[in-house]
Nanobody, 120 residues
Framework: QVQLVESGGGLVQPGGSLRLSCAAS????????MGWYRQAPGKQRELVANIAAGDIGNYADSVKGRFTISRDYAENTVYLQMNSLSPEDTAVYYCNAELVTMNFKHLEPWGQGTLVTVSS
């Protein structure tokens, strides 16, 4: 069984920063891509950023220059550093991974989500 566990959400004032973490655990052979999505009230879930081997991050236009995604390959963990936050960034943030298990199954699990609220 594979599990993604997120942490780091919370309430922050506009212009502030937060760092989200997501750790993958279980019978994992290889993680190809790890990423962050978000879903605001009344809106569809959207990609925020993802990162594959080679540490090249892919970002939504709305977060470019403000958010930075990074990975710790040894710990199967992905981070999202969020700076210059605005109320439009308020959403539930979900971690996602494309991975291969020890018995060679291809899975795309999701974390449980962590709420980020940007408000004064």
């Amino acid at each position: 069984q594979v599990q993604l566990v997120e942490s780091g959400g919370g309430l922050v004032q506009p212009g502030g920063s937060l760092r989200l973490s997501c750790a993958a655990s279980g019978s994992i052979l290889r993680i190809n891509v790890m990423g962050w999505y978000r879903q605001a009230p009344g809106k569809q879930r959207e990609l925020v950023a993802n990162i594959a081997a080679g540490d090249i991050g892919n970002y939504a236009d709305s977060v470019k220059g403000r958010f930075t995604i990074s990975r710790d390959y040894a710990e199967n963990t992905v981070y999202l550093q969020m700076n210059s936050l605005s109320p439009e960034d308020t959403a539930v943030y979900y971690c996602n991974a494309e991975l291969v298990t020890m018995n060679f199954k291809h899975l795309e699990p999701w974390g449980q989500g962590t709420l980020v609220t940007v408000s004064s």
